[in-house]
């Protein structure tokens, strides 16, 4: 089965700047998450999606953070305006039931900021 | 609260000798556990998870961990390196039924010497 894709793989862009990470889960999977996972750290879970709608997004910087999965099924996360400590990788995952710990991932997108 | 660490940034085996990771974990509750792997520019995958059931838990690739409540501890194990295990391991520890839950490691970095 294709697993969780993500795009771009990398992207360089400069601080105050914009910019945006698609990501498509693995088909029939209800569940969607986007991880943010700094240089030397462990992944922090941003924001979960069942569906089209948030289960939790406690640890998402709204002023600057938005996701949406309009229609269920794939995702855009952006970042606007970005800052210097937004560089990081971001990785999306999905999971067929919304209480499991997601076991696929995609292969994220570095993000670099100027 | 909880919290889990990872007690080695580094470890380096060499081929086919046996392979630790060693986590301790801090829990009020009786807390699920996982294990993940991630290579060099890819997503995380997910090893083996401890929900409460055997203490043994056996994963993916020749991986097993053994949760122990007395010693607060979830050590991955494995009696054979191969090449093919040089990654990065991250311990996870979550005391409800939801990612939103989960606290990452800050990861171990596992090099096999030829």
């Not at chain 1, 606007?80 to 990785?91: F, G, H, N, R, T």
Request: with cysteine.
């Amino acid at each position: 089965e294709a697993g969780v894709a993500q795009s771009p793989r990398y992207k360089i862009i400069e601080k105050r700047q914009s910019v945006a990470f698609w990501c498509n889960p693995i088909s029939g999977h209800a569940t969607l998450y986007w991880y943010q996972q700094i240089l030397g750290q462990g992944p922090k879970l941003l924001i979960q999606f069942q569906n089209n709608g948030v289960v939790d997004d406690s640890q998402l910087p709204k002023d600057r953070f938005s996701a949406e999965r309009l229609k269920g099924v794939d995702s855009t996360l952006k970042i606007q305006p970005a800052k210097l400590e937004d560089s990081a990788v971001y990785l999306c995952a999905s999971s067929l039931e919304i209480s499991s710990q997601p076991q696929h991932f995609g292969d994220g997108t570095r993000l670099s900021i100027l | 609260a909880q919290s889990v660490t990872q007690l080695d940034s580094h470890v380096s085996v060499s081929e086919g000798t046996p392979v630790l990771l060693r986590c301790n974990y801090s829990s009020s509750y009786s807390p699920s556990l996982f294990w993940y792997v991630q290579h060099p520019n890819k997503g995380l995958q997910l090893l083996l998870k401890y929900t409460s059931a055997a203490t043994l838990v056996k994963g993916i690739n020749g991986f097993e961990a053994e949760f122990k409540k007395s010693e607060t501890s979830f050590h991955l194990t494995k009696p054979s390196a191969h090449m093919s295990d040089a990654a990065e391991y991250f311990c996870v520890v979550s005391e409800g039924s939801g990612p939103y839950t989960s606290i990452f490691g800050t990861g171990t970095r596992l090099k096999v010497l030829a």
